[in-house]
């Protein structure tokens, strides 16, 4: 299984030192290795525009092949996704106007192409039940719903890699 990470995960990878947590960092060097987990050139601008920790930039400049350039089909995907007038809020007014990068639906793009999974701590709500989408939202849980396209959060991903702490 593929999985595409969104900007928000590979932030919350800030959080696991790879000093300390050298297993998860092992096992997405494997991922990578295997082509299995992808990611797009725009999360890569995103998070060079954000303050993330030194290790997280060290690890996306060593690992920069897995952010793919968008291909045809998924820039035709992008179009049918901004289609649905209701998602092309997934495009902040600021970011408009300031020209800032935005990844989401890149990333969702990738992700249907390729047959992956999206991974992303977007849109997410935690309570007693387990995890829904914020009704009405233009979020990638939200877009992904609607094209059937698998997302995730980082805790799942991590439960589905098998990995206990």
Not at 130 to 157: G, M, Q, R, S, Y
Request: hydrophobic share 40%; proline share 5%.
């Amino acid at each position: 299984m593929s999985y595409v990470f969104d900007t928000s995960s590979i932030r919350s990878l800030q959080h696991f030192y790879p000093r300390v947590f050298k297993s998860i960092w092992d096992g997405l060097d494997d991922l990578v290795a295997r082509q299995e987990l992808l990611s797009t050139r725009e999360v890569f601008n995103e998070l060079e525009r954000q303050a993330v920790s030194e290790e997280i930039m060290k690890w996306i400049k060593a690992n920069k092949a897995l952010f793919t350039t968008p291909t045809g089909p998924e820039l035709l995907f992008v179009a049918e996704i901004f289609k649905i007038k209701h998602f092309q809020g997934l495009i902040g007014a600021q970011q408009r106007l300031k020209g800032t990068p935005v990844a989401d639906p890149f990333v969702i793009a990738c992700a249907r192409i390729n047959g992956a999974t999206v991974v992303t701590e977007e849109g997410w709500q935690r309570g007693d039940k387990p995890l829904t989408l914020k009704p009405n939202a233009a979020k990638i849980p939200n877009v992904c719903a609607h094209f059937k396209i698998p997302c995730i959060d980082l805790e799942e991903f991590m439960h589905q890699q098998g990995w206990a702490f």
